[in-house]
């Protein structure tokens, strides 16, 4: 493949296939899935997108009745648009007193400040000051009220920082603590970009303007719902791009025309291959847990995918950022702003870390332990194992020995389950789910305030992303680690992450012969008072 070259090849009998497929009947068409979209008419699976009204739709007949309605609304029903929105490449941040909204912007000393207040740290050439609310930087009105919808009141101190740099055009390697809210920090600016380019540009062009990479299908579900949630009612329509899921419904919807593609690398590589999207105008590319995907193993996926596009504006987030990841996007792109809020690489400080130290054949019953304490046991909770297997049977073995409901979650089960799974586990139908790393990034997983690693993963960046599912947005949380000897190579760095947080550490994993050299230069760490 060429550099800045599309990557697909057209398969006219593909692309037929694709349209021949589309679903007559509402009847013909399957339940919706948790995160999928649903027909705004009868509920089902939203396989398409209604191009007069922009809602999803599961059929011809649905889109039939969806018509019908409309035209018998009264006007002013179907919320207006704004007049004008800024172009994009206008400068969206205000930066005098007192914008249109009334709101105030900050001046340099005050960002300063602001930034000291909220440890809030930026390397890089110009970049404009923190905002205090999300109206003080120019987004599209309808954009402004979808965050209100959203319960969003004022940004987090991530948002504050990475949507005003990005909106101005600016490259970003954003890093902070897991729940902070980096998903909307980099979602708002793609939206308010891609809406405004849309309103500026041929009505008729509907290549991908955007695409966000994760590493898992369930992060990919879930910053795709959430980029619709946001972008609702603005000229900004999403593709989700996974495996196990059909691909001919996949191409369908982009060949519909979308602004935003969120996917996994391995299954866009294969449908930018197989079919023809241009991508010669998608403008920002996103990667999500840009650590993971700049590792062997994504590397050259997300590298080819990057390659095929025409120099775009990059967004690069995670929790956990090494010097390594930072020159590695600096390669990609030149002038890359970084942005890291609060202390790099640490876990999130409102997640209580509960060490014990427990030897592999009593991990069990240890476990089992836990989940029959009242004291101990606070459900919905997520249980992190080494292994798909290790999931089934630990699963199981919860279900019969505790009676509770347990489930597990890996990469070989089919999405369809995978995505009711999650599903009731959401609605609080599942007090235990067992998981691998598939549940370990990035997902928001509401209600969950506990966090079991049984299995200790085999990177203490792993391990942060792993315990930061206990907190949401400084919500308090506990993640109780089991630890013995077979995860002595983590000894060291794991200490250095407890005594940073505060944590009671367990009197082997501080005798350990693999941790004592990491204690000859530290201070100040807790010895564990009791037995847990
Ligand atoms: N400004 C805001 N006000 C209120 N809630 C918010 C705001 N921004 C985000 N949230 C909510 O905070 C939660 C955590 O956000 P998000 O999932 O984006 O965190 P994250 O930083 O990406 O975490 P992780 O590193 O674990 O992926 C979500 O439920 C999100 O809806």
Redesign the pocket.
């Known amino acids: 493949m060429e550099d800045n070259q599309p990557v697909a090849v057209a398969c006219d009998d593909e692309i037929n296939d694709v349209v021949n497929d589309v679903k007559e009947r509402s009847r013909d068409q399957r339940e919706a899935l948790l995160g999928e979209p649903t027909c705004v008419i009868c509920g089902r699976y939203g396989e398409y997108i209604c191009d007069e009204t922009d809602d999803d739709i599961c059929s011809l007949e649905c889109k039939q009745t969806l018509l019908c309605r409309v035209a018998n609304r009264p006007l002013l029903v179907v919320p207006p648009l704004p007049e004008r929105l800024p172009g994009a490449d206008e400068c969206f941040y205000v930066r005098e007193y007192g914008d249109k909204s009334g709101s105030q912007s900050l001046s340099n000393d005050q960002s300063d400040l602001l930034r000291k207040k909220l440890e809030i740290h930026v390397k890089g050439d110009v970049v404009p000051g923190p905002i205090l609310s ?1 109206s003080s930087c120019s987004l599209p009105q309808r954009l402004i009220q979808n ?1 209100e919808s ?7 101190p ?2 504050m920082q990475a949507i005003p740099a990005a909106l101005s055009g600016k490259s970003l390697l954003v890093s ?10 980099f979602l708002v600016p793609v939206i308010s970009r891609c809406a405004n380019f849309r309103l500026q540009h041929l009505p008729n062009e509907k290549k991908p303007l955007a695409m966000v990479l994760t590493p898992t299908r369930e ?1 990919c579900i ?1 910053v795709e719902e ?1 980029a619709k949630l946001l972008g609702k009612g603005l000229p900004f329509k999403t593709a989700l791009v996974v495996g196990g899921d059909a691909m001919a419904g996949q191409v369908y919807r982009i060949q519909q025309g979308v602004e935003l593609i969120v996917g996994t690398p391995g299954r866009l590589i294969d449908l930018l291959i197989k079919h023809d999207v241009e991508l010669d105008d998608t403008m920002i590319f996103v990667l ?2 840009v650590d993971c995907m700049l590792q062997r193993g994504f590397r050259d996926q997300v590298m080819q995918i990057f390659r095929a596009l025409p120099q775009p504006q990059i967004l690069l ?3 956990t950022i090494s010097q390594e990841v930072e020159k590695m996007a600096s390669s990609m792109v030149k002038d890359i702003v970084v942005v890291s809020v609060g202390k790099p690489n640490k876990p ?1 400080k409102a997640v209580k870390q509960l060490p014990i130290w427990v030897e592999s054949k009593k991990k069990k019953q240890k476990l089992f332990d836990i989940l029959m304490s009242k004291q101990h046991f606070v459900p919905p909770a997520i249980v992190y194992v080494g292994s798909r297997l290790g999931a089934d049977l630990l699963s199981n073995a919860v279900r019969v020995t505790t009676g509770m409901k347990s489930l597990s979650i890996h990469g070989e089960k089919p999405m369809k389950e995978r995505r009711e799974i999650m599903k009731s586990f959401l609605m609080g139908e599942v007090p235990v789910i067992v998981a691998t790393g598939v549940l370990g ?4 997983l ?1 209600g969950v305030r506990q966090v079991i690693v049984f299995d200790l993963p085999n990177s203490i960046k792993e391990y942060v ?1 792993q315990i ?2 206990a907190s ?2 400084g919500e308090e949380g506990t993640a109780i680690v089991f630890v013995n000897e077979e995860n002595k190579n983590l000894f060291p760095e794991l200490v250095d992450i407890l005594k940073s947080s505060g944590a009671a550490i367990p009197r082997e994993l501080i005798n350990s012969r693999y941790t004592v050299g990491s204690f000859s230069s530290g201070k100040g760490y807790k010895k564990r008072k009791h037995g847990c």
């Open positions: 999300f965050i959203a319960g969003y009141d004022m940004p987090t991530v948002q902070a603590d897991t729940g902070s809210g980096k998903t909307a920090s992060l879930q959430q999500d847990e987030y995670s929790a999130n990034r990035g997902v928001d509401l992303h930061g599912r949401r947005l």
